[in-house]
């Protein structure tokens, strides 16, 4: 039976294309039936406090770089959104005097235009965001080495050359509206996609590359760091791969509440834990993965039900 068409953007493929009887099912979850869904190879976690979420995320940057030596180094690929435990990290480093000469740490994605990454000087500058809540704030004596900072650029090759060699132990990301993680969006409707999106072994195989967007993408972007100013978000970006992805030791996924819906969370909450893997959903392909962690703040689970604003 053909596929149902996107009710957010017909010429896409994305989570409305799926079967009814999937999303009414997501929908319909609890908290604890979420919980429930862990099995080996995923875990769900809950946290009560935003204080608690944002110092543990924080705590598996500081983990992970003890771990780095000379002759082992390892390091993190983090996100930009959220952006919350970047001054922690940076305030753990100083007061625990962790020196992270051999730590190596990765941007997930850039913004993407006329051609090239945006520099630092874009105010949605995803490496500009890293440097300035984070890495400016390490005190000198004890700060990362400049080469070992991987932030993916229009030509990819050094920054896939990059993973070669480097233990990573965690990628952490959010959850985007559209079900990404990074900026994994589905892909459009077309070509060879027109019936059908590619298949879970088709987009694993995707490294590092310039993407299109999602629509859905571009307007969360502009409403949770542009005011709404959709003009000035760009279309285009460079996400770090699945390829890369499947190169973690870990893939853990933070969820506040505010990057995505309580129906979205709880969507590629169910898909993952039966491992039910569509690329339409980009998220669910984590299904995959050996070793995954959702991580949510408790009251930003909220609820499926109908309120009207």
Same mark, same amino acid.
């Given at each position: 039976?053909?596929?149902?068409?996107?009710?957010?953007?017909?010429?896409?493929?994305?989570?409305?294309?799926?079967?009814? +009887?999937? $999303?009414?099912?997501? =929908? %319909? *979850?609890?908290? /604890?039936?979420? #919980?429930? @869904?862990?099995?080996?190879? &995923?875990?769900?976690?809950?946290?009560?406090?935003?204080?608690?979420?944002?110092?543990?995320?924080?705590?598996?940057?500081?983990?992970?770089?003890?771990?780095?030596?000379?002759?082992?180094?390892?390091?993190?690929?983090?996100?930009?959104?959220?952006? +919350?435990? $970047?001054?922690?990290? =940076? %305030? *753990?480093?100083? /007061?625990?005097? #962790?020196? @992270?000469?051999?730590?190596? &740490?990765?941007?997930?994605?850039?913004?993407?235009?006329?051609?090239?990454?945006?520099?630092?000087?874009?105010?949605?500058?995803?490496?500009?965001?890293?440097?300035?809540?984070?890495?400016?704030?390490?005190?000198?004596?004890?700060?990362?080495?400049?080469?070992?900072?991987?932030?993916?650029?229009?030509?990819?090759? /050094?920054?896939?050359?990059?993973?070669?060699?480097?233990?990573?132990?965690?990628?952490?990301?959010?959850?985007?509206?559209?079900?990404?993680?990074?900026?994994?969006?589905?892909?459009?409707?077309?070509?060879?996609?027109?019936?059908?999106?590619?298949?879970?072994?088709?987009?694993?195989?995707?490294?590092?590359?310039?993407?299109?967007?999602?629509?859905?993408?571009?307007?969360?972007?502009?409403?949770?760091?542009?005011?709404?100013?959709?003009?000035?978000?760009?279309?285009?970006?460079?996400?770090?791969?699945?390829?890369?992805?499947?190169?973690?030791?870990?893939?853990?996924?933070?969820?506040?509440?505010?990057?995505?819906?309580?129906?979205?969370?709880?969507?590629?909450?169910?898909?993952?834990?039966?491992?039910?893997?569509?690329?339409?959903?980009?998220?669910?392909?984590?299904?995959?993965?050996?070793?995954?962690?959702?991580?949510?703040?408790?009251?930003?689970?909220?609820?499926?039900?109908?309120?009207?604003?």
């Amino acid at each position: 039976m053909a596929r149902k068409m996107s009710i957010l953007a017909p010429g896409w493929w994305d989570y409305t294309t799926l079967d009814d +009887e999937i $999303l009414n099912d997501a =929908a %319909r *979850l609890t908290p /604890e039936e979420m #919980l429930s @869904l862990s099995r080996e190879g &995923f875990r769900v976690v809950f946290y009560d406090t935003l204080e608690d979420f944002y110092l543990a995320e924080a705590l598996e940057y500081i983990n992970a770089w003890k771990q780095a030596t000379s002759d082992n180094p390892v390091g993190i690929c983090g996100p930009i959104g959220p952006t +919350e435990q $970047l001054p922690l990290v =940076a %305030r *753990l480093v100083n /007061e625990l005097e #962790l020196n @992270l000469k051999h730590a190596h &740490f990765w941007g997930m994605d850039e913004w993407y235009k006329d051609g090239k990454e945006v520099d630092e000087g874009h105010p949605l500058s995803f490496a500009k965001a890293d440097m300035e809540l984070c890495f400016n704030r390490i005190d000198d004596r004890l700060k990362m080495p400049t080469v070992n900072i991987h932030f993916p650029k229009a030509d990819t090759s /050094e920054y896939i050359k990059s993973w070669e060699g480097i233990r990573c132990v965690v990628m952490q990301g959010g959850q985007g509206d559209i079900k990404h993680w990074a900026f994994n969006d589905p892909v459009k409707r077309e070509g060879k996609y027109q019936d059908n999106p590619p298949s879970p072994e088709e987009y694993r195989q995707l490294s590092t590359r310039v993407v299109e967007l999602h629509p859905v993408t571009v307007m969360q972007n502009a409403r949770t760091s542009g005011g709404g100013v959709v003009t000035g978000v760009p279309t285009q970006a460079i996400t770090v791969g699945p390829v890369q992805t499947w190169m973690a030791d870990k893939v853990s996924i933070w969820q506040a509440g505010t990057h995505d819906n309580p129906f979205g969370m709880r969507l590629t909450t169910l898909m993952i834990g039966k491992k039910i893997a569509d690329s339409s959903v980009p998220m669910s392909l984590l299904s995959e993965h050996p070793n995954v962690q959702f991580n949510f703040y408790r009251l930003g689970i909220g609820t499926c039900e109908v309120e009207m604003h």
